[in-house]
């Protein structure tokens, strides 16, 4: 019987892939077999799960809201080594689920990468920084 995890530090490796998943869509993870590809692709779904969990604790008393986390968007895809899909390669892709549209901004007309933009937050002295 496996043993599930309950602390997030249980996963740093994880984490660490996703954090670059997030930051490069099409990262490209090559395991050795593809045991270990379908175990670190489970290990990543249940450290999502934990932090969503860990997180819905937090809004038990928000009716109606569901909590996220920034990992939800990401999406794994496992592929052979002829590249192409299939649930017994070793190699696993972490795309972001992307908007199908293209996004402009109002004030200049540009189109704007969601990946790379930097969205300005205000601090706690409600100064932009």
Do not use: W
């Not at 077999?33 to 860990?54: D, P, V």
């Amino acid at each position: 019987m496996t043993r599930v995890e309950r602390s997030p530090a249980a996963y740093e490796d994880v984490k660490l892939i996703l954090d670059l998943a997030l930051k490069k869509p099409g990262l490209r993870y090559e395991c050795q077999t593809h045991g270990s590809a379908i175990n670190f692709k489970q290990r990543c779904n249940k450290y999502r799960n934990l932090l969503r969990e860990m997180a819905q604790e937090q809004v038990l008393n928000v009716p109606g809201y569901r909590a996220e986390v920034e990992y939800d968007r990401i999406i794994i895809r496992q592929f052979n080594d002829e590249d192409e899909p299939d649930r017994k390669g070793r190699t696993l892709v972490f795309d972001a689920r992307e908007p199908l549209g293209k996004i402009i901004d109002p004030e200049t007309g540009e189109t704007i990468d969601p990946f790379n933009t930097l969205v300005e937050q205000p601090n706690l002295k409600g100064e932009i920084e």
